[in-house]
Every structure is written in C-alpha cells, then in structure tokens.
C-alpha cells in the first residue's frame, strides 16, 4: 500500500507503456509516437468538463489497483494517466471521458477482471499519435489550449491526422510541485486501403 500510494504521490519509478519514437524532423514541435498493443484499465463518463471527469476517473481505477478486482490484488500505479475525449455533436452536448491506466508489464497476460462494473479493461491496438508536451498544473483551459497548438503544426505541416477522439496524458500526481509533465495526443490517419 505505502509503495503504491508513495508512485500516485510522487510519480516516480512508474512503469509506462513502450513506445517507439520517430526521429523529429528540424522545426517540428511535437513527437510522433507508436505505441503497441497493451491493456489498459478503464471507466467511461459524460460530462462537459475533462478536469471532472478525471477525478471521478481516477478514484475508480485508484480502487481497482487497490485490490478492488476479482483477484483481491493490489496492481502498481503507471503513468501515464490518459483521457480519451469524444466530444459531443454540439457545443452543449456532453462529452464521452474514457479514463484510463496503463496496466502493468506483470499482469498484462491475465489482468484481474475489475469488481466494479463501470470499470473495464481493455486491449488498445497499435496506435500512432502526435504528441505534445507541456509543463505545469493542467486544467481544461491549458488542455484545449495545447490541443489547438499541435492541431494547428500538424496543419501547419499538412499531415494527415483524426480530429477526434484526441486523448489528453498526465504523468504526475497533484502533489508533485516542479517538473510536471501533461501532454495531448491526437491520432495519426490509418492508411488507406
């Protein structure tokens, strides 16, 4: 218990997904980045505010790695924290927030079945996305911020790219003070069959 809540408080020795990056070309502010196949632990909410729907989030994933699963064990924390955004069809419509963790290198063979109902697990496929990153204590207002920052280089850049979903990934806990790492991630176009 200590260890786990010592990484959700501090944010340090956290296992991440692997990921392979593309070599950055001179003036491109952002990272492109493969990520494999892995399981993720998850919960799913509407809302107008990413912010909400991450500390409603948080707490339900926080419960499973604390052993509220089928096997009554406790899962390490990772990084990062992720929130899939599926904005809604107008500007008063909700939002779908999928939350998620990063389920360790150890239990992604077999990891425990969640206990609670709003809490899935599930396999992301091999996705590519561009990245970037930011410092500081992130809030919605930053986030969207950021998001329009890389949507307008990878215009700038006319690389093909999917609007929505876009994800948002936060790496440290509220009580990290200095060196906070956020990022948005939007999704690389498949290629066209």
Known sequence: MFKTLQQALFSTGLQTPKFTEQDKEQGVDYEIRTYYDTKWVSTSLGGM??????????????????????????????????????????????????????IPEEHQADPPEPSDPEVFVELRKEFTVYVRTYGGFSNDEMKREELQKLLASLQRD????????????????????????????????????
């Open 158 to 193: 006319k690389v093909p790219h999917v609007g929505e979903p876009y994800y948002t990934a936060g790496y440290d806990s509220p009580f990290k003070m200095i060196n906070r790492r956020n990022e948005v991630w939007i999704l690389k176009e498949p290629p066209q069959q």
């Open 49 to 102: 505010e990413c912010d909400a729907a991450l500390r409603t989030g948080f707490r339900r994933l926080f419960s499973y790695i604390q052993g509220s699963n089928q096997k009554k064990v406790k899962v390490e924390m990772t990084a990062p924290v992720t929130c899939r955004v599926e904005p809604g069809a107008g500007p008063a419509c909700e939002t779908l927030f999928t939350v998620s963790f990063f």
